[in-house]
């Protein structure tokens, strides 16, 4: 069975950093790519970031570009994103979720959601 | 960036009827256009990918149809279970959701 598990979320004041991690366990991990896509409460969804299999294609959106950064870990099977100089406008449920190919920008596993709060 | 809007934003339907939804593209993505299901409290499930393939699991009353800038989701009949918001998603390069269609019980 498919897992994805995000933590990491939590309070954080304005301009401070955070890192959320994804662990996944159910497939072979280094054969997918991943993405974070984030959900404001009450709002759409909105891609954030992706990374291929092979961490050699990344890809941020233009709100988070220069602020936020992508990495993997295929031996642990892990997902993450630092993201620093938070804002306010970065407050969402961050969820972690899987390519349905190595190369893939669409979705056929999420986690449950980790929820980051900027807020001074 | 490619822009995607959806209409309606909102839908009343009986359980039984059939519900067309709507998603367009600012740019052709070709056929490279997904389909979700988002329930409150829950993640979101894909539905369709390529346009008008089914995800593994999904009932045969989802389809979808279109390619370039105009695409259509359709619940042939619809079940208490659908009630929800559906968002589309295009992935010609890095993904865009559209803002999402509720589906409400009329």
């Known amino acids: 069975e498919v897992q994805l598990v995000e933590s990491g979320g939590g309070l954080v004041q304005p301009g401070r950093s955070l890192r959320l991690s994804c662990a996944a366990s159910g497939f072979t991990f280094d054969d997918y790519a991943m993405h974070w896509v984030r959900q404001a409460p009450g709002k759409g969804l909105e891609w954030v970031s992706g990374?291929?299999?092979?961490?050699?294609?990344?890809g941020y959106a233009d709100s988070v570009k220069g602020r936020f950064t992508i990495s993997r870990d295929n031996a642990k099977n892990s997902l993450y994103l630092q993201m620093n100089s938070l804002r306010p406008e970065d407050t969402a449920f961050y969820y972690c979720?899987?390519?349905?190919?190595?190369?893939?920008?669409?979705?056929?596993?999420w986690g449950q959601g980790t929820l980051v709060t900027v807020s001074s | 960036d490619i822009v995607m809007t959806q209409s309606p934003a909102a839908l009343s339907v009986s359980p039984g009827e059939r519900a067309t939804l709507s998603c367009r593209a600012s740019?052709?993505?070709?056929?490279?256009l997904a389909w979700y299901q988002q329930k409150p409290g829950q993640a979101p499930r894909l539905l369709i990918y390529?346009?008008?393939t089914r995800a593994t699991g999904i009932p045969a009353r989802f389809s979808g149809s279109g390619s370039g800038t105009e695409f259509t989701l359709t619940i042939s009949s619809l079940q208490s279970e659908d009630f929800a918001v559906y968002y589309c998603?295009?992935?010609?390069?890095?993904?865009?959701f559209g803002p999402g269609t509720k589906v409400d019980i009329k």
């Open positions: 979720a899987k390519g349905i190919g190595p190369l893939a920008n669409y979705f056929d596993y």
């Open positions: 390529d346009s008008s």
């Open positions: 990374i291929s299999w092979n961490s050699r294609s990344i």
């Open positions: 998603q295009q992935y010609n390069n890095w993904p865009f």
């Open positions: 740019q052709s993505v070709s056929s490279n």
